[in-house]
């Protein structure tokens, strides 16, 4: 079966630190991979995500995330977190079947202090 | 404006129940999906549906409902077999299954309390 782990469950970070989230999934085939952010209150979001192409993929608010695909991975990062960034981050696979099922990390927590 | 509406927002169920939550699609989007989040697991597939009158049993269906009779609507049933049914729930739609790496759009969720 197909999972997707996330190895950080809680970050914390000043303000102007990079960040790197990690995330592997176990998924032999050929996968869609995504990023979704859920800030406080709000609806879970698209942050980015892959399909083929430059494993390299930038997304919004300045996050990118990259493609190993020898080491089935799909690790988040920006160079520069603002306060703004606090919030919750799933990453999320698909498998090339035609069930369209997206499945979820168990999220990382990402505080930022001021 | 396009969107999935989940309702209510908040919901509260004795024990022993039966509970259904809503959820509308505007976006003419053939899946539709629930899932359960609770902290630290994630978001689990509970049942996903890619055409009208058809669905599929998710990671953790046993305790839960569905049924697809419009496109637009999905409706999750809570009963009273779910054994822990205080939860986080989401729905979310997408264009359609099979290969073309498109994501979902999700509702804002549904918290069920059960008192």
């Known amino acids: 079966a197909q999972s997707v782990s996330q190895h950080n469950h809680h970050v914390i970070l000043s303000e102007a630190a990079s960040l790197e989230l990690g995330c592997n999934y176990s998924y032999g085939g050929t996968v869609n991979l995504f990023w979704y952010v859920q800030y406080p209150g709000q609806h879970l979001q698209l942050l980015l995500k892959y399909f083929s192409g430059d494993p390299l993929v930038k997304g919004i608010k300045g996050f990118e995330a990259e493609f190993i695909k020898s080491k089935f991975s799909f690790n988040l990062r920006k160079p520069s977190v603002q306060w703004s960034d606090t919030a919750e981050y799933f990453c999320?696979?698909?498998?090339?079947?035609?069930?369209?099922?997206?499945?979820f990390g168990q999220g990382t927590t990402l505080q930022v202090k001021p | 404006d396009g969107g999935i509406t989940q309702s209510p927002k908040y919901l509260f169920r004795k024990e022993g129940q039966n509970v259904t939550l809503s959820c509308e699609q505007n976006?003419?989007?053939?899946?539709m999906y629930w899932y359960r989040q609770d902290p630290g697991q994630g978001l689990r597939l509970i049942y996903y549906s890619q055409i009208v009158n058809d669905f599929q049993k998710g990671d953790i269906a046993e305790g839960y409902s569905v049924s697809r009779e419009k496109k637009e609507s999905f409706p999750l049933t809570v009963t009273s077999a779910q054994k822990n049914p205080t939860a986080f729930y989401l729905c979310?739609?997408?264009?359609?299954?099979?290969?073309?790496?498109?994501?979902?759009?999700f509702g804002s969720g549904t918290r069920l309390t059960v008192v």
């Open positions: 976006l003419n989007h053939d899946a």
């Open positions: 999320a696979v698909r498998s090339s079947g035609n069930t369209g099922k997206l499945i």
């Open positions: 979310a739609s997408s264009i359609v299954p099979g290969p073309g790496g498109y994501g979902y759009t």
